[in-house]
């Protein structure tokens, strides 16, 4: 089944506290972002991935970090995690420049304290 | 982006037809009109999308105004898994071959369908 896998579903922490969000999907996509969702807001999106070792910032990636090490995989890092990162985060993949369908992972609620 | 507008909400009966509007007045030829929709607690799923030509999937069909300036989102038959925010987004065909994927999610329609 073709899928977007994101880790952990939920996730409380506290200030400062580094973690890291999962995001893998199994369809061969070259592309993959990652967006947060915030009441009144909408998604908007970090950093995208055209490929295996290309990221770029997307419109709001003040204190995030990605990497793309292998095509499937594209962790959101939080290096230093503050109470305005508390949000909903989807990670998305698709085939890139056919502007087919978007996959999106099931989302991560993240609440920092 | 050029900009879409959608109904803040709407509302349906099961196993009734529903037509969910977009207004996109500004549509440049390259931009291709896609809908996404999101169920309760889970991310965006892809519905449609189209260029000029009105389209069918298993989910819904799509039609579009002969300006294109319009388009209808039709869910043949609701069902209250149907009950979710659906959003009309414009890609522009040229951006996403320069290489930007990204899809500008406005505020949506949300449907609410009754048993």
């Known amino acids: 089944e073709a899928q977007v896998t994101q880790n952990p579903r939920y996730l409380i922490t506290v200030t400062g506290k580094k973690l890291t969000v999962t995001c893998s999907q199994n369809?061969?996509?070259?592309?993959m972002s990652w967006y947060r969702q915030d009441p009144g807001l909408g998604l908007r999106q970090i950093y995208y991935?055209?490929?295996?070792?290309?990221?770029d910032k997307g419109d709001v990636p003040e204190g995030y970090k990605v990497s793309r090490k292998e095509k499937r995989n594209f962790p959101l890092i939080l290096e230093s995690p503050s109470p305005n990162q508390t949000s909903l985060y989807f990670c998305?993949?698709?085939?890139?420049?056919?502007?087919?369908?978007?996959?999106f992972g099931q989302g991560t609620r993240l609440t920092v304290v | 982006d050029a900009k879409t507008t959608q109904p803040n909400s709407m509302e349906s009966n099961e196993e009734e037809p529903v037509h969910l509007p977009c207004n996109h007045s500004?549509?440049?030829?390259?931009?291709?009109i896609h809908w996404y929709r999101q169920l309760p607690s889970q991310g965006p799923e892809y519905v449609i999308h189209?260029?000029?030509s009105n389209v069918n999937n298993r989910m819904a069909s799509l039609a579009i105004a002969e300006d294109r300036k319009s388009s209808t989102l039709i869910l043949h038959r609701a069902t209250l898994r149907d009950a979710a925010v659906y959003y009309c987004?414009?890609?522009?065909?040229?951006?996403?071959?320069?290489?930007?994927?990204?899809?500008?999610f406005g505020k949506g329609t949300k449907l609410t369908v009754n048993p």
């Open positions: 998305a993949s698709s085939l890139r420049g056919r502007g087919t369908e978007a996959f």
């Open positions: 369809m061969n996509h070259e592309y």
């Open positions: 991935s055209m490929n295996v070792e290309v990221t």
């Open positions: 500004t549509i440049s030829g390259t931009d291709y």
């Open positions: 189209g260029l000029t």
């Open positions: 987004i414009l890609r522009d065909r040229e951006t996403i071959q320069g290489g930007s994927e990204k899809l500008v």
